[in-house]
């Protein structure tokens, strides 16, 4: 059964760091690219990063570019998302997902981990 | 970016009937679409992909349809659990994009 398991959220205070994991298990972890999607309260869904197989491309929205990076340790089965300068604008609920291929749909979700930016 | 925009905003239909949700996106996207169904405090759930492919273990009362920039979402004899939020996705060209949800709801 694939299932992935979000930790690593929170409070923290405008400018600070967080950093968000998320292992994988039931599949081949090191086969599939993996993404974060978030979902502020109430409103819809944004995808937010994705990185390759291997870890050698990654891909951010405009929204947080330069500000976060999207990694894997395919030995740990772990997706990890840095999240540097946080704004209030970054309050969500992150979601790492699997993707059908290299540039498919997200076929699997995680329960999501919850971040609040708020001083 | 491709803009994805979802009609109606709220669809209310009775049980037993049948819904159809709308998604066009600002350009072709092929058939690199997907639909998702999110209940309240729970992740969302893949039921198709590549615009017609219905996902592992979704009903078969759940269909999609559509290329370029028009697609649908159909959902046959509406049960209980239906009644939630959908969204469709582009992931035809980066930044991945999501429309902005249609509840569906008993009439």
């Known amino acids: 059964e694939v299932q992935l398991l979000e930790s690593g959220g929170g409070l923290v205070r405008p400018g600070g760091s967080l950093r968000l994991s998320c292992a994988a298990s039931?599949?081949?972890?090191?086969?599939?690219?993996m993404s974060w999607v978030r979902q502020a309260p109430g409103k819809g869904l944004e995808w937010v990063s994705t990185?390759?197989?291997?870890?050698?491309?990654?891909y951010f929205a405009d929204s947080v570019k330069g500000r976060f990076t999207i990694s894997r340790d395919n030995s740990k089965n772990i997706l990890f998302l840095q999240m540097n300068s946080l704004r209030a604008e970054d309050t969500a609920v992150y979601y790492c997902?699997?993707?059908?291929?290299?540039?498919?749909?997200?076929?699997?979700w995680g329960q999501g981990a919850p971040v609040t930016v708020s001083s | 970016e491709i803009l994805m925009t979802q009609s109606p905003a709220t669809l209310s239909v009775s049980p037993g009937e049948r819904g159809i949700l709308s998604c066009r996106a600002s350009?072709?996207?092929?058939?690199?679409l997907a639909w998702y169904q999110q209940k309240p405090g729970q992740a969302p759930r893949l039921l198709i992909y590549?615009?017609?492919t219905r996902a592992t273990g979704i009903p078969a009362r759940f269909s999609g349809s559509g290329s370029g920039t028009e697609f649908s979402l159909t959902i046959d004899s509406l049960q209980s659990e239906d009644f939630v939020v959908y969204y469709c996705?582009?992931?035809?060209?980066?930044?991945?994009?999501f429309g902005q949800g249609t509840k569906l709801e008993i009439k």
């Open positions: 997902a699997r993707r059908i291929g290299y540039v498919g749909a997200f076929d699997y």
């Open positions: 039931g599949f081949t972890f090191s086969g599939f690219a």
């Open positions: 990185v390759s197989y291997s870890g050698g491309s990654t």
């Open positions: 350009q072709s996207v092929g058939s690199s």
């Open positions: 590549d615009a017609s």
């Open positions: 996705l582009q992931y035809n060209k980066w930044p991945d994009t």
